[in-house]
Nanobody, 118 residues
């Protein structure tokens, strides 16, 4: 049974930082592209960042130069370091996994709330 468990969300002031973690189990971690999505109230879920085992990385324009995705294949964990946070970054952040070469994220975590106060 595949499980993705996020942690690290919380309340932070604008300009602050948070690091999210997602621990994966039940899958061969290195075979999966790991992504972070977010969904703000009233908005669609959007892909924030993703990273393959081979190092290919994607960032949404809105978070480039502020967020950094990394992964530790030995620990089956993916991280999202978020710096210079803005109120518009407030959302529920989800960890997701898709098989390398696949088009759809198949597995999802339960989400962690990030709230940035102005």
């Amino acid at each position: 049974q595949v499980q993705l468990v996020e942690s690290g969300g919380g309340l932070v002031e604008a300009g602050g930082s948070l690091r999210l973690s997602c621990a994966a189990s039940g899958l061969t971690f290195s075979n999966y592209v790991m992504g972070w999505y977010r969904q703000a109230p009233g908005k669609e879920r959007e892909l924030v960042a993703s990273k393959s085992s081979g190092g290919s990385t994607y960032y949404a324009d809105s978070v480039k130069d502020r967020f950094t995705i990394s992964r530790d294949n030995a620990k089956n964990t993916v991280y999202l370091q978020m710096n210079s946070l803005k109120p518009e970054d407030t959302a529920v952040y989800y960890c997701a996994a898709k098989l390398r070469g696949g088009s759809t994220y198949r597995y999802w975590g339960q989400g962690t709330q990030v709230t940035v106060s102005s």
